[in-house]
């Protein structure tokens, strides 16, 4: 039997179709299959490897903790210096109200406390999120979640909740006192890179002020310099009262996190104490990994270099089957006319060494969010490869 068999055998599947490469080794932009194939990663990992694959920084921060401790206790009891460290280092690079982080295990995970978070401090039970939105696949997350096909199947699922037209202003009505939160992304990654006018961002701050309703940003896929910036919203010209972090934010290993300003987070110590528990969120191997992550992305200035690079994905993209490329910096969406026209490309280029995919509600559209350290020559590599498969 092979090791494909067991794979499909034994672990569990959610698609008929999986990819199904076996790999063996990843570093910087590549992997490498058990044939010693490599591939250009042009997605990592969904916008998590944002420093690249297995960088030695982030090995040696994983080392060195473990010379010390792995699980000690649940979240929250004892003073783990890794925790300790990464919260003071994110805080450090947010605005002053987003001063008191809540580590998790995953992005749903952070999204899920937020939601009981906003609940909890406004007294309102009415959530608001948007069309095609992705947030996560739990239960609260799904129920979240912009589009019927994905939630029908599980219901029931959370009450109260109204999925509004994202970037439609009229919309915005539906936000009302009751309101305990608004669920947003600053960009619509899921649904093939969209991104909403500036004019739209102002009415849903100013709706959320007039209503006393909190406003949640989601950058679990957008965060840690993705669009160009540390954080989508800075570019957004707003501060969020509360922001979603996950993926890159473990520098490779699982970590999610909702931040907020320490007295809206209080409300979690009482009525009832432990108003979030969690065993293994915020584990320290993660925050140590986390952390090398962040410092990385500053010290070696990766995000100055994004749009640039953005740029240059953007100048070789030019084909007549690419009916449009949308891009927020490092997440971007090249546009086909359909699925199986996209999934005969991206095979093509996986065949030829280039890793992609397609995304959720958007499956025409090839992902390219890459890490964020890819070098101009990997970048012509990849849209030769690309632009091969085309013709
Ligand atoms: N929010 C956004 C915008 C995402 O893209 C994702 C994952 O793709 C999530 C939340 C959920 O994160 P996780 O898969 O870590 O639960």
Known sequence: MTQRHYFLQHVAQTSKAPIAIEIARAEGCRLWDVNGKSYLDLIAGISVANTGHRHPKILAAIEKQLQNYMHVMVYGELIESPQV????????????????????NSGAEAVEGAMKLAKRFTGRTNIASFDKSYHGSTQ?????MGDEYWRNAFRPLLPGISHLEYDSVPDLDLI??????????????????????????????????????????DEIQTGFGRTGSLWAFEQL?????????????????????????????????????????????????????????????????????????????RKLLVHPRIKSVRSKGLLIAVEFSGFEENKAIIDACIEKGVFSDWFLFAP????????????????????????ACLS
């Open 85 to 104: 460290h990464y919260a003071r280092a994110l805080v450090q690079n947010l605005p002053s109200n987003l001063n008191s982080v809540y580590f998790t």
């Open 140 to 144: 609260g997350a799904l129920s979240l």
């Open 176 to 217: 009302t006192p009751e309101t305990a939160c608004v669920v947003m992304e600053p960009v619509q990654a899921e649904r093939g890179v969209v991104i909403p006018s500036l004019t739209w961002i102002n009415a849903v701050q100013k709706r959320c002020k007039e209503t006393g309703a909190l406003l949640i940003l």
């Open 237 to 313: 010209g707003f501060v969020p009262d509360i922001l979603l972090l996950g993926k890159a934010l473990g520098g490779g290993l699982p970590l999610g996190a909702f931040i907020s300003d320490i007295n809206i987070m209080k409300v979690l110590t009482e009525n009832p104490v432990l108003g979030h528990i969690t065993t293994f969120g915020g584990h320290p191997i993660c925050c140590a990994a986390g952390l090398a992550g962040l410092e990385l992305l500053i010290e070696e200035k990766l995000v100055d270099h994004v749009e640039e690079k953005a740029q240059i994905f």
């Open 364 to 387: 025409h559209c090839l992902r390219i969010a890459p890490p964020l350290n890819i070098s101009a020559e990997e970048i012509s590599e990849a849209c030769n490869v690309i632009l």
